[in-house]
């Protein structure tokens, strides 16, 4: 059974099959009217969400399927203590297919060992958000042509930014990239994640402390949102939250031809006056998303039927080493659910937790 938790679960030409397949949808929107017709989407969402949960919504109604789920986990059973793992043993008997956001990393994955239905990670914690993902890579695709061969700089919550770790996951498998990581020292990409990319990447990474430095050589400016949820001491949320706010005057240095994307919310961190500017492409960018999760949503219910394997090994089939161990991750869904205790070694011989990737205790 084919899930998304991870966009590494995707390869590079399933990726391309899926951009593909979105502007196809996007060029003949008729021919796609009833191609869920029968289907059923669930949408299980524990955190709270605008874009993508009803980008699901409606792209699978475009679909001529129909959704069912819950946009608040406590209108549910879970308030009453019900697991993950039963909660999608119980869906699976009235859906085809799952999209989850849950707040503990590695929810989507307990959920795609107990489901026996493809389940799409929307979101899980600081962790991933692959969906995202593939919104970013159709809009850099559909608004410059190519995903190869150009300069990113990622800007503002590289910690936390579950967006920032997908992406960036996702583009290591890509030629001639070059990364900008624009954030203060609280708030930098983690170090695993940074070595990792360093040692078995084709990316080029560089990390600068001002826009201002890095404005002139992007083609892409990514921007993100310093996350209060995510943050365990107010104190340093505080501290951290202004760091970096684009407005007109930092766009001088910029080219003409960068485009602006942020997967939104914001809140303060793009000046209200910049949303004007032909370079800021973010609101199209949400429009991306439905497309791409109706290719997504299309495809996995059609690998589903003809029992399409993974092109690479799924997280699961990977060697582990079970137990012994435990997470040392707070948010991590093995901190707080009955699961396995699963590890891996990551390509930097570091043992860390299946779920979230965390270094190991
Ligand atoms: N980009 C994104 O995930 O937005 P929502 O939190 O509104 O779904």
Known sequence: MRHLIDPTDLSVAE????LTLAEDIIAHRDRYREACK???????????????????????????????GFSDANSSSVSKGETVADTVRVIRCFADIIAMRHYKEGAPLVASQYA??????????????????????????????????????????????RTVHSLIKALSRCEGIRVLLISP???????????????????EFREVRTMEEAMPELDILYMTRVQK??????????????????DPSKLAAARGDMIILHPLPRVNEIARSVDNDPR???????????????????????WADENRPYERTPVFDREYVVGGRTCSNRRCISATEDVDQLFRYAEDGTLRCAYCETKAK
């Open 15 to 18: 990726i391309h099959e899926i």
């Open 38 to 68: 029968g289907k059923k989407l669930a949408t299980l969402f524990y955190e709270p969400s605008t874009r993508t949960r009803l980008s699901f919504t409606s792209a699978m109604l475009e679909l001529g399927g129909q959704v069912i």
């Open 116 to 161: 026996g239905i493809p389940v799409i990670n929307a979101g899980d914690g600081s962790h991933a958000h692959p969906t995202q993902t593939l919104t970013d890579l159709l809009t850099i695709k559909r608004e410059k042509g190519r995903l190869d061969h150009f300069t990113i700089g990622f800007c503002g919550d590289l910690k936390f930014g």
């Open 185 to 203: 020292e609280e708030l930098r990409l983690p170090t695993y994640m940074l070595k990792e990319m360093r040692a078995h990447s084709n990316l």
């Open 229 to 246: 949820e995510r943050f365990l001491d107010e104190e340093e949320f505080d501290r951290v939250k202004d760091s970096f706010v684009l």
């Open 280 to 302: 800021a492409v973010y609101f199209r960018q949400v429009e991306n998303g439905k497309f791409v999760r109706m290719a997504l949503i299309y495809k996995l219910l059609e």
